[in-house]
């Protein structure tokens, strides 16, 4: 299975600091695609830019989306430019894949129980992406982990000693970039609500 389809499981599954934003999880499943394509060899990290390497099917049809979409010619693209390209809109892209897997499913929200959170997607009983998810986390493997990290899931040690770091480089350099996007589009967030919070007073001011 594929780190992507594995860190949206970990997302649903296991409790994170706090809710973990979309825009977040779309750009941490876009450096999990990029991370498995570099490992297969399908891409090339040359420099800070990535290039196409030789085109191999991978039997998901999203990670071969995500291949495909690599730039072919020069300019290549950077590694944080590939993220916000091939992040936009990607958890929902995901989401509605698995649901029309069955892998996952949505609870709706009755209009008459306001108090009731909105329409909540919950992993399907007996899912294989889900076990497969579940083993690897349950193993602390390092890049799955640090990829849930940046968006605030950690995994309960227990022993309190911290889950080990990639070793590969080039694992490094992605979630590093992984983790700055994440930073830059909190920045984002926190300055349209200072905006809107300032508009808000202007038409609140006697």
Not at 166 to 175: F, K, M, Q
Request: aromatic share 4%; glycine share 10%; no cysteine.
């Amino acid at each position: 299975m594929s780190t992507a389809r594995d860190l949206l499981f970990v997302t649903l599954d296991v409790p994170g600091d706090h809710p973990v934003e979309q825009g977040d999880l779309s750009l941490a499943l876009a450096g999990a695609e990029l991370l498995d394509l570099l490992a297969g060899g399908a891409v090339l990290l040359i420099g800070d830019r990535l290039r196409p390497g030789p085109r191999v099917l991978t039997g998901d049809p999203l990670l071969d989306e995500a291949a495909a979409r690599i730039q072919g010619e020069e300019p290549y693209e950077s590694v944080e430019d590939w993220l916000w390209r091939r992040g936009r809109g990607l958890a929902e892209g995901y989401t509605a894949v698995l649901e029309a897997e069955g892998q996952l499913s949505t609870v709706r929200r009755h209009r008459w129980l306001p108090s009731r959170p909105v329409d909540r997607t919950t992993p399907a009983d007996g899912s294989a992406d889900r076990r497969s998810a579940a083993d690897r986390w349950a193993a602390r493997e390092p890049v799955l982990t640090a990829l849930a990290a940046t968006l605030g899931v950690t995994p309960d040690t227990g022993d309190g000693a911290p889950a080990a770091e990639p070793e590969d480089g080039t694992a490094l350099t992605v979630l590093a970039a992984v983790g700055d996007a994440v930073t830059e589009l909190e920045g984002v967030r926190q300055r349209r609500r200072v905006e809107n919070a300032a508009f808000d007073n202007i038409w609140r001011a006697p």
